[in-house]
Structures are given as C-alpha cells and as structure tokens.
C-alpha cells in the first residue's frame, strides 16, 4: 500500500509536506520501532507525548507524521526530510483509522465478538471460545489472562491492546483461519479509541458497578464509555445483554443491533432457574424458546451461570449445535483466578473468575 492510498483511509484536516508515492512500511505510534518508509501517529500518552518524538522518527525515516498538534515541530523539519505533514483532529482516531486500512480491515474478515461490563468478561469469553473451540471453528482470544491464536498463546499487557497493535494481531487470526475472535472490550480501550472502526458481528453487556472511577471520574463517564461499544454496532450484529442489571436500558438505548436479554427476570430471552452450586461447581437451567437447557460449569458462584448463560446465549445466537454448546461450558478451564472479575459481594472461590 503507498501512501497517497494510505492518507486516503485518514480524516485529515490538513496534508501538506512531500508525499511519495512509495509503499508504506509500517503504521508505529512507538517512534523506537519506526523505520525507513513508516508512518508514525504522534499519540498524547499519559506520561509521555508522542509529538515530543517526531524529529526522532523523522531522522529513522518516516515517510509521514499523523499529528493533532500543528504547531509541535516546525514545518521546515518536514521539509529538510522530505516527509508529509498529516494534521488530524484526534491522533489516536486516526491511529485507528491507519491502523484498520493498512492491516486490511481484518475486523470485518471474521465474526468479532465483543464483551463488555464490570465482571464477567474473561470468564464469559473463555466461555464463548471454548463453545467455537469445541464446535470445530479456530478461535482467536484477546483479553486480560492472554491472547491466543488458536492454541499459540501470545502475552497480553492490556485487557485490550492499542489500536494498531489489535489490528495486527487480528489479521494474524485472520491469516491463521480464525472463523471466530472472542475480545474483551475495557472501558479505556473505548475511551481512548483504541478500538474505533473495529466492525463487530455481535457484543455481550455482562453488568455494570461503579469502578474505574479514578480514569473515568464518575459513574456517568464510565457508563458512556461502555456505551461507545454498542452505540457502533450495525444493524447486522446482534447484542446479547444483562436484563437483571438496572443499566442496561441506558447502555442500549442508541443500539441499533438485534438485542436479546439474558438474566433471571421474565421475560428474559434466555432466562436463568434454579442455580446450584457447592466447591464442585454450578449447575443451572436456562429456558430458550419455550426449551429447558440444562447447563454445568466447574466454576463457582451464582454469577458463574450468569457468565455461563451469556455465552450460551452467544453460541446458540451464531446457530452452533446445542449439545457442542453445553459441552463447551462444561469443559472451560480458566488458566489463573482474577478476583477483579468477580461481583464484591460474591463469596471468593480459588477456581472462579
């Protein structure tokens, strides 16, 4: 891809400098990995600015800035590199918008399952992986406990990477023959639009209590972060949502995708009866259309069906057989406890998460 295409795929306010039309050797928003012909997306970080390192990329051979502050460095430093100059309203938009484009919008060449609330997001991925796994589909996997190809796991540093770092690693999935990939959605990923322009085939609201305050500032912030996730979604994608929780209305509310509700009140979609567990495990029953399922996972708690239901939900949503969805829940394994996706007033078991 050269990069009069490349500037295409940008809203830009202003292009101005040389633009050669030369293939673009990679999109960095790091200016220690940049190299002869990148572009690098100048980003505002939260300790250090990226426009403080444009005279370094430039002098490692970037052929393009993206910058939203125009007066960081001065045009003449553009001009002796023989670089352009691509002025944006938000970098870290554009860094998604550059990111998807060059990397082929790889999103769209699988089906993107999107989860996010409070608790619940890596279990119920697990969960939803395992069913796709279990059904015969290679499934990629990103969140807060890993990120996997298929069975090749890759360390993960963020619940969600940043946006060009999570468009490569999709379109490894993708080039790998993942039909599904299961990505948990952090509210600062939404907030900082680390996935912006993502295109999602479906998303799940687990629940939503006040945390994260400290970024967000207030519940109000928070919610509306969360919101941006189903606020993107087309027609096409369909939402599978916590009807139990009282914040769901509000997180739906400009949602365009088909919705179906998971949770103990009628008449949820896929409603929840008689949970039981002890240290074993929790089994459950989930009526679906007028049908009883009967579910069970080694994981403990009360809001292990919940986690579990949703990804039931999900599975039977995509048209995979029941009985490869009900195996799948019984055979998820978690790879290490993470208490911070449990409910506070939820009694702590080693193996639930």
Do not use: W
């Not at 002796?80 to 999103?107: G, Q």
């Amino acid at each position: 891809m050269n990069l009069p295409e490349l500037i295409n795929g940008i809203k830009a306010i202003q292009v101005a400098g040389n633009i050669r039309n030369e293939e673009v050797t990679a999109i960095e928003y790091d200016s220690r990995k940049v190299k002869l012909n990148s572009v690098f997306v100048a980003v505002q970080g939260f300790k250090m600015d990226g426009h403080r390192f444009i005279p370094d990329a430039l002098d490692k051979g970037a052929m393009a800035i993206v910058l939203d502050k125009d007066n960081s460095v001065p045009d003449e430093l553009f001009q002796h590199n023989k670089a352009a100059k691509i002025l944006v309203n938000d970098s870290r938009v554009a860094l998604a918008e550059v990111s998807d484009y060059f990397f082929n919008h790889p999103s769209k060449r699988l089906d993107l399952v999107g989860i996010t609330g409070t608790n619940g997001k890596t279990t119920t991925s697990y969960f939803i992986r395992n069913i796709f796994e279990t059904a015969g589909y290679k499934a990629g996997l990103l969140g807060t406990i890993s990120n996997r190809i298929g069975n090749k796991q890759i360390d993960s540093k963020l619940t969600t990477p940043e946006s060009r770092d999570l468009n490569e690693l999709l379109l490894q999935m993708v080039a790998e023959n993942c039909k599904y990939t299961v990505m948990e959605v952090s509210s600062h990923s939404l907030a900082l639009n680390r996935v912006h322009n993502l295109y999602y085939s479906s998303a799940v609201f687990t629940n939503l209590t006040a945390e994260h305050l400290d970024f967000h500032l207030d519940f109000e912030n928070y919610l509306n972060a969360k919101k941006i996730l189903f606020d993107n979604l087309s027609a096409n994608a369909f939402v599978v949502y916590n009807r139990d929780d009282a914040n769901s209305g509000r997180i739906l509310k400009d949602c365009k995708a088909k919705k179906y509700s998971y949770g103990s009140i009628s008449p949820s979609d896929f409603l929840i009866k008689h949970i039981e567990y002890d240290l074993s495990g929790t089994s459950f029953t989930v009526n679906y259309n007028n049908t009883n399922y009967s579910l069970y996972t080694s994981l403990v708690g009360d809001f292990n069906a919940y986690n579990a239901c949703a990804a039931f939900a999900v599975g039977m949503l995509y048209g995979i057989a029941e009985e490869k969805i009900i195996t799948g829940i019984k055979t998820t394994l978690l790879s290490k406890p993470t208490p911070a996706d449990m409910p506070r007033n939820s009694v702590m078991f080693a193996i639930s998460i």
